[in-house]
């Protein structure tokens, strides 16, 4: 689904979808942004996998030493440098997310929120490890996908999404257990807090998992070697 996200919901696409959220999904947003900068507040170095346009990068980045944004859609990272031209402690790259070129141990945190262990459209297991693999030795590695509790308005946003031309057209009948789906072949899915404990558990001594506002699921590990 990484595809699909590149060619129709990169650039000025992707910031639309966000434009176009409900209070009830931007108090989701927000409650997530905040659990991110409470639990990364005054760290040194963080990497944020699915930058997209810079929309967290620009809230987190004032509480840390330095935030790098990565992502695969170039046209997201450019209008990602320009929201972040003000900031001068933000830095942009472009790889795969599975398959970060950076040295072990490097970031004291790693985040990947709003779902983009789902949306990325890569291997899971692949996904963390290259997280775990990246943050150093008693740094944090937070993901977040999306609540059940949060079903409803989520379904309505896509639905929004979709009336607007951003996505296809939802099919009704194949939407449902968490799972988005569209006509066209789009597909959002939550994952499960069983599948997110048991992709931590194998990396990393340490996993929590936990919701926040009945909105997010949380998989929370630090790195212990």
Not at 100 to 113: G, S, Y
Request: hydrophobic share 40%.
């Amino acid at each position: 689904m990484g595809g699909y996200y590149e060619r129709h919901l990169s650039g000025s696409r992707l910031e639309q979808v966000y434009a176009l959220a409900s209070p009830r999904i931007r108090q989701y947003l927000r409650a997530e942004t905040d659990q991110v900068i409470q639990r990364i507040h005054g760290v040194t170095r963080v990497l944020e996998l699915g930058c997209g346009y810079g929309r967290v990068l620009r809230e987190i980045a004032p509480h840390v030493g330095r935030a790098i944004g990565n992502d695969t859609s170039r046209a997201s990272l450019v209008l990602a440098s320009s929201n972040l031209a003000d900031l001068s402690n933000c830095d942009l790259v472009r790889m795969d997310a599975a398959r970060l070129a950076f040295p072990e141990a490097v970031f004291d945190a790693t985040i990947c929120v709003q779902n983009g262990i789902s949306a990325f459209g890569v291997d899971r297991q692949k996904l963390v490890a290259e997280a775990v693999r990246v943050t150093r030795n008693s740094g944090i590695v937070l993901f977040s996908t999306y609540s059940p509790r949060i079903w409803p308005d989520r379904l309505d946003w896509f639905r929004t999404q979709s009336r607007a031309g951003l996505l296809g057209e939802l099919d009704e009948t194949r939407s449902r257990d968490g799972t988005i789906a569209c006509k066209d072949g789009f597909r959002s899915e939550a994952v499960s807090e069983a599948e997110l404990r048991a992709l931590f558990e194998t990396l990393a001594q340490e996993v929590r998992v936990y919701e926040v506002d009945g909105s997010s699921m949380f998989a929370e590990a630090v790195r212990t070697d």
